[in-house]
Nanobody, 115 residues
Framework: QVQLVESGGGLVQPGGSLRLSCVVS????????ISWYHQAPGKQREFVAT???????DYADSVKGRFTISRDNAENTVYLQMNHLKPENTAVYYC?????????WGQGTQVTVSS
């Protein structure tokens, strides 16, 4: 059974950085299109970044130039490096994996950007 486990969230001051991790178990990360989404309180879940199995990346306009998505096949992990964080980045961040017509979600990790 495929499982996604996110980690790396926490409290950070504006302008700071965090690196989120999404560990894929039960399968091989490189066959999936992996995306990060976030959901702020009272709002819908929104797309943040994606890394396809073919290594193409895409980002929401609001995070371009500040966030970087990457993959470590040996660790079966996808990362989201978040720099120059802003209070509006505060949200629960979720990892999503899609392959072979199946869609998987992690449990989320909280990111809070506040002074």
């Amino acid at each position: 059974q495929v499982q996604l486990v996110e980690s790396g969230g926490g409290l950070v001051q504006p302008g700071g950085s965090l690196r989120l991790s999404c560990v894929v178990s039960g399968s091989i990360v490189s066959i999936y299109d992996i995306s990060w989404y976030h959901q702020a309180p009272g709002k819908q879940r929104e797309f943040v970044a994606t890394l396809t199995s073919g290594s193409r990346t895409d980002y929401a306009d609001s995070v371009k130039g500040r966030f970087t998505i990457s993959r470590d096949n040996a660790e079966n992990t996808v990362y989201l490096q978040m720099n120059h964080l802003k209070p509006e980045n505060t949200a629960v961040y979720y990892c999503n994996a899609i392959a072979r017509a199946k869609n998987y979600w992690g449990q989320g990790t909280q990111v809070t950007v506040s002074s």
